[in-house]
């Protein structure tokens, strides 16, 4: 199991940030990598939200995921997994408020995500590219919240 974690100041307030990164059918329009978005179910987002994201790789190809919201706390906190290739994984994102300082008013968004190897390809995968697999996800994780940060 390996896991990432990357936390971006957003100057903009919880409700804010929030509304902005659960508004899945806009994602496109704020996400510079995603380039689609395919809703599975209907409602507001929430426990049991499932939705399919289209994305550009740093390669040029594409390649799409689905995500599944396992927990959600509004406007504090959610949960999302993905089966992958080869690795299924688990992002847990937390709004906290910045109630105190220069940047009282904004939110202090973390995303960490954790992967397990399903398969035997994954896990030589895991063990050969660890640390440069691990740099990969964390340079994506940190472009999505400069983009939020951007949005908000």
Do not use: N
Not at 1 to 7: F, I, K, N, R, Y
Not at 61 to 78: H, Q
Request: proline share 5%; with cysteine.
């Amino acid at each position: 199991m390996s896991t990432v974690a990357v936390t971006r100041l957003v100057e903009a307030p919880v409700a804010e940030v929030w509304r902005v990164f659960t508004d899945l059918p806009r994602r496109r329009d704020w996400l510079s990598t995603v380039t689609r978005v395919d809703m599975l179910t209907r409602g507001p987002f929430g426990k049991g939200t499932v939705w399919r994201e289209t994305r550009v790789m740093v390669d040029g190809g594409e390649i799409t995921e689905e995500f599944r919201v396992r927990e959600c706390a509004v406007p504090e906190k959610f949960v999302v997994a993905s089966p992958g290739i080869g690795a299924d994984y688990r992002m847990t994102y937390t709004f906290v408020p910045v109630i105190e300082g220069r940047h009282r008013g904004g939110t202090m968004v973390t995303v960490i995500q954790d992967g397990s190897p399903t398969a035997p390809a994954g896990r030589l995968l895991a063990l050969v590219f660890g640390g440069l697999a691990a740099r990969t996800v964390e340079g994506a994780l940190r472009r999505d919240l400069d983009d939020l940060a951007s949005a908000a």
